[in-house]
């Protein structure tokens, strides 16, 4: 079956640091993996959506200076949170699926905690 | 830009009960996911539709782009199903997925 990994599912940075996260499709071919953010009280925020043979694109209040993305293959994918501070602490999901026309898996998150 | 509007944000409902939690888009959607976030706070599929119902078990949704909302109907509920669910619709843009903020289901003895 279909499955999304991600990993570290917690993680704890001082303010100001930068922390990565990973995310791996298994079982099909991720041709775009969608990042999201769930914060506190809040439901889930898309960051960024990178798509098979085309540029990253960023929604607006992203960017790609504040969370570089690495889309190498489609099966894995990886994001950083740059210089982070206390608005940047949340859930991070990894949505990833095989085509437009079909449903999106999402990975358990990594929630990032930042001290 | 797109939303997504889901209700009731909490639910309360004995066991055996049903109910039905609604999301309604601010424009035309391409399609519709629900998801049941679980104990350990993965995002579950629950449904994927383009169009029309789907039935699960004790669940079954529907989704009506053109009226712009999508509904998931709950039956005989049981303990189990106590969780946050939501919704998430593909924009026609993008055909990202825009969430609903989730409705906190408790299913009671």
């Known amino acids: 079956g279909a499955l999304v990994y991600q990993y570290p599912r917690r993680t704890i940075c001082k303010s100001g640091t930068s922390m990565r996260m990973e995310c791996q499709a298994v079982?099909?071919?991720?041709?775009?993996v969608a990042w999201y953010r769930q914060s506190p009280q809040k439901t889930f925020e898309l960051i960024a959506l990178?798509?098979?043979?085309?540029?990253?694109?960023?929604e607006q209040n992203f960017t790609q200076e504040k969370f570089p993305i690495s889309h190498p293959n489609l099966s894995f994918s990886s994001m950083t949170v740059l210089n982070a501070y206390l608005e940047d602490r949340g859930l991070y999901l990894c949505?990833?699926?095989?085509?437009?026309?079909?449903?999106?898996?999402f990975g358990p998150g990594t929630r990032l905690t930042v001290l | 830009g797109d939303q997504v509007e889901q209700s009731p944000s909490a639910l309360s409902l004995h066991e055996g009960t049903g109910s039905a939690l609604r999301c309604n888009f601010t424009t035309t959607m391409r399609a519709v996911q629900w998801f049941r976030k679980n104990s350990r706070g993965s995002l579950i599929n629950l449904f994927y539709?383009?169009?029309g119902t789907k039935e699960n078990g004790r669940l079954k949704s529907a989704f009506d782009s053109k009226e712009r909302y999508s509904t998931l109907h709950i039956r005989d509920a049981q303990l189990e199903d106590s969780g946050t669910y939501f919704c998430a619709a593909a924009s026609s843009g993008s055909w990202q997925l825009i969430f609903g903020s989730g409705t906190q289901l408790t299913v009671m003895p």
């Open positions: 539709l383009a169009s």
């Open positions: 949505g990833a699926r095989e085509g437009v026309l079909y449903e999106q898996y």
């Open positions: 990178s798509t098979v043979n085309s540029a990253i694109k960023y």
């Open positions: 079982g099909f071919q991720a041709t775009s």
